[in-house]
């Protein structure tokens, strides 16, 4: 399956959210990165097809999604950024309301609301009501619901959100097991996410897609551009004034600052190995958002 976004743009009112995107995309994981506002959640709606392009379409093997319609959205796993959830059902209405949304027949659905409720780990939480799961729960629920339909191509809008360091690793594995003949995009602010299960980042600022490669090859060209700099802590303005500056260590009066830096810095600098977390660095200028 080959998956085109042909030179979409869509705006609100006046604001342009996606800018002119285009890319191909074949099974495999891909990770789509960038700051708050910068597109991602808008791309993913109008692949999800809960949103038109402005301008531009989405096509699948050739033939546009507009006309494809119920087709394309047969293929389609989504979890929306916020999924809103009955508080009032149990996991297991809620599967079962999905399965039905989808038209999936009812045998059939069962068994499969009982493999993926085991997969995410709530089969013992399947009688007790969403409202009063914990957020962690309602999002694995939520990647429960996105895989009923076994979809060719799976949308996951910030799955890692709220789930715990475990959790993360958990859901890493299992989109690394199920992602064979698929096409999964997941957007993350959290690098590691991906670090090791994605086939290709793209990296969207102010909705303009600007990178599109291998982790690896993003990582080799940071090779030589960061650096651990150890200087007074009274003096690290002056280097964040120069140089984009991320994780500070402060050690009594000294600090030692990973910063990304074309040519070594002054001072007591050591060239450090590049981590992917250095490239948000490096293409937005300031540090990533982490919620652990
Ligand atoms: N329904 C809407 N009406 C008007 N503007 C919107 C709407 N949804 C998004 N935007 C704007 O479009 C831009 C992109 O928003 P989007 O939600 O796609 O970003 P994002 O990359 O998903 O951000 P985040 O990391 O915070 O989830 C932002 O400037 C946002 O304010
Ligand atoms: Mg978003």
Known sequence: MKLVIDH??????RHLAIDDVSCELTPGIYGLIG??????????RMLADVLRPSSGQITV??????????????LLGYLPQEVGFYSYFTGERFMRYI???????????EARITALLRLVQLEDQRHRK??????????????AQALLNDPKLLILDEPTAGLDPKERIRLRNLLSDISGERIVILSTHIITDIEFIAKEVLILKDGRLVRQD??????HELEGKVWSVQIPAHRLHE??????????????????????????????????????????????????????
């Not at 291998?214 to 990582?219: D, G, V």
């Not at 074309?262 to 958002?289: N, V």
């Open 130 to 143: 969403i409202g009063h799961y914990s957020g962690g729960m309602k999002r694995r629920l939520g990647i």
């Open 61 to 74: 093997n050739g033939t546009s999604t507009a006309v494809l319609g119920e087709r394309y959205r047969d």
């Open 99 to 109: 399965a039905s949304l989808k038209g999936l027949p009812g045998r059939e659905s």
């Open 8 to 13: 979409v743009s869509r705006s609100y009112k």
């Open 214 to 219: 291998p982790p690896e090859q993003i990582l």
């Open 239 to 292: 280097l964040e004034k120069q140089y984009m500056v991320g994780n500070i260590q402060r050690r009594g009066d000294e600090a030692l600052a990973r910063i990304i830096a074309d040519r070594r810095p002054e001072g007591e600098a050591t060239a450090l190995e590049p981590r992917l977390e250095d490239i948000y660095l490096y293409y937005f200028g300031d540090q990533p958002e982490r919620d652990e």
């Open 35 to 44: 700051p708050n506002g910068a597109g991602k959640t808008t791309l993913m």
